[in-house]
């Protein structure tokens, strides 16, 4: 099987081939994927990069314009690029690869972030054999956020073998909008900063401004950052994980801002669950219609998960989520 689960991926914690500075990592394992965790160093960069053969320390030295220590509540700026050592080390099997995409609430509060390794030639991807120590870099893009150390904003996903992009099968993923319904919300743009540490903490009309169309569509304004959800009810087996990647730009001059990892037990406790989703225009403003492809979700096979998948027994966030904001707000 290409994804690993829960049981197999604390066979590689076990092994030492993922290791972490927190002796609580098995704590930090989800249904198919471990969260991964900020250290306290950090540093607030000029600009993104890409190491290729540069060693990341020497990439600090060039970019970094102060070193910020995030053992306590730190603020974060917005429109700021920071790069953070995570605690979490791999010393991976030539067999084992992974891949890394936001949590659902990093997703949810347009904070911008991707992994990065030694020697790397792109983000979020750890290829086989890999050796060493993993960095995240941090943009948030609508609000200042307040973190500290062992704060978790991506998760990561092991694949065995080489075939990692065989899918069992695809759905086609559309926007809903109802007319005289709340439909979307909109990020409004001053606000004070989000402390990640807050549960359901925060009213939500400081921070967004709801959108209630009068026809079923309305207008997605160039650079707004918008939350809506999907029309299909999605629902992921125990022997199945989920992946939502946006279509192409010949679908519409607007993008789905993250890709959306869904795991085993999603939706699977009723008929199926929305999936949340977070748009952003490109250059002009954009109208959008219910039913309008927005992105696909592509279904991947797991062994399957004997128990505690997604949902209520985990404690799971967003298992009964339908249009849902991210979980500091009220």
């Not at 070193?67 to 067999?95: M, V």
């Not at 991707?114 to 983000?123: F, M, P, Q, S």
């Not at 669950?273 to 748009?279: G, H, K, Q, S, Y």
């Amino acid at each position: 099987m290409p994804y690993l689960n829960r049981e197999q991926i604390f066979t590689l914690i076990k092994k030492r081939h993922v290791y972490s500075n927190n002796s609580y990592i098995n704590k930090q394992l989800q249904p198919a994927s471990l969260d991964l965790s900020l250290s306290n160093k950090c540093y607030r960069i000029k600009a993104s990069f890409i190491p290729n053969n540069i060693k990341i320390s020497k990439v600090i030295n060039e970019l970094s314009l102060t070193e910020i220590d995030i053992s306590r509540d730190t603020l974060l700026e917005k429109n700021c690029i920071y790069l953070c050592e995570l605690n979490e080390k791999l010393n991976l099997p030539h067999d084992i690869m992974g891949k890394s995409n936001p949590k659902s609430t990093t997703g949810r509060l347009d904070i911008f972030t991707r992994v990065i390794t030694e020697n790397g030639k792109e983000y979020d991807f750890i290829n086989y054999n890999y050796k060493g120590k993993l960095y995240l870099e941090i943009i948030p893009q609508s609000f200042s956020i307040i973190l500290k150390k062992n704060t978790s904003l991506n998760q990561l996903r092991f694949f065995q073998g080489p075939n990692i992009d065989r899918k069992i099968k695809q759905m086609k993923i559309s926007v809903s909008i109802k007319k005289n319904q709340i439909t979307a919300y909109k990020a409004k743009k001053i606000t004070s900063a989000i402390d990640l540490n807050k549960i359901s903490f925060y009213k939500s009309n400081k921070y967004w401004e709801e959108i209630i169309p009068v026809d079923n569509s309305f207008i997605i304004e160039k650079d707004e950052f918008y939350i809506l959800r999907s029309k299909e009810l999605i629902k992921i087996k125990d022997d199945q994980a989920g992946e939502l990647e946006p279509f192409k730009d010949s679908f519409g001059n607007f993008r789905v801002h993250y890709a959306g990892f869904f795991d085993p037990g999603f939706g699977n406790n009723k008929s199926g669950t929305p999936a949340v989703l977070e748009l952003r225009a490109y250059d002009t403003p954009f109208i959008i219609r219910d039913g309008q492809l927005v992105g696909q979700l592509n279904y991947y096979e797991i062994d399957r998960i004997k128990k505690n998948s997604y949902g209520f027994n985990i404690s799971s966030n967003y298992f009964n989520q339908n249009l849902k904001l991210a979980k500091q707000f009220k």
